[in-house]
């Protein structure tokens, strides 16, 4: 059972608020990753750092920022939240030995009005 | 944004049934390959990985099969059960440790 955490777990909020979704890993895994899936959907991936200091953008555009200070912190941000920033954010990570199994979190539901 | 994923393949099975959920991958290339479960409302749960020196690999109660010739990916799950029922996903490795995510099956179990 992995140890990766989300909060909020669901959020409703007005157009032009900034928002920061944050994500927790406690297993010291390297690398970390955002992705955004609607309904029934695949799993898009917006985000990745590979470490402290790193961070990368995935294949799908997204007007988010990341950051990475610490290991077991991955904040995902919105500066002015719109609504089709309506979606589901899952953060997972895996570790940096050869191994790309990623562990997922359970997730932040975001709704913008 | 939102939008209803009207299209998303189910498949209904009976309890007790053998399910088969399949998957095509797109790059040749890929040497890692991973099925996840993702239950409603929850991220999504790693059950089993391959990688594309294997033909087979089993788990307890589930089995991958990979064909590599025609990039094909099946997950088969022996005497499915109520608590199957979630819409599986298979992920290929793209490189630089990140996973590429198939569009998903939904498993039905019906008791």
């Known amino acids: 059972e992995a140890d990766i955490y989300q909060t909020p777990r669901y959020l409703v909020i007005g157009t032009g608020k900034k928002i920061t979704l944050e994500c927790s890993q406690t297993m010291g895994h390297d690398k970390m990753y955002w992705y955004q899936q609607d309904p029934g959907m695949e799993l898009h991936l917006i985000h990745y750092s590979y470490g402290v200091n790193s961070t990368e953008k995935g294949d799908l555009s997204s007007e988010s920022t990341v950051s990475r200070i610490r290991t077991e912190h991955f904040p995902l941000t919105l500066e002015s939240a719109r609504p089709s920033h309506t979606s589901q954010y899952l953060c997972?990570?895996?570790?940096?030995?050869?191994?790309?199994?990623?562990?997922f979190g359970p997730g932040t539901r975001l709704l913008v009005l | 944004g939102e939008s209803v994923g009207l299209h998303l393949p189910t498949l209904s099975v009976q309890e007790g049934d053998n399910s088969i959920i399949n998957c095509a991958y797109s790059n040749s290339a890929s040497d890692y390959f991973i099925w996840y479960k993702q239950e409603s409302g929850k991220g999504p749960q790693f059950i089993i990985d391959i990688r594309s020196n294997m033909d087979k690999r089993q788990g307890q109660r589930v089995t991958v099969l990979l064909n590599k010739t025609v990039k094909h990916l099946s997950l088969q799950i022996a005497a499915t059960q109520p608590g199957d029922s979630a819409v599986y996903f298979c992920a290929e490795n793209r490189g630089y440790s990140t996973l590429t995510f198939g569009k998903g099956t939904m498993l039905l179990v019906s008791p």
């Open positions: 997972a990570s895996s570790v940096d030995r050869g191994q790309e199994t990623q562990y």
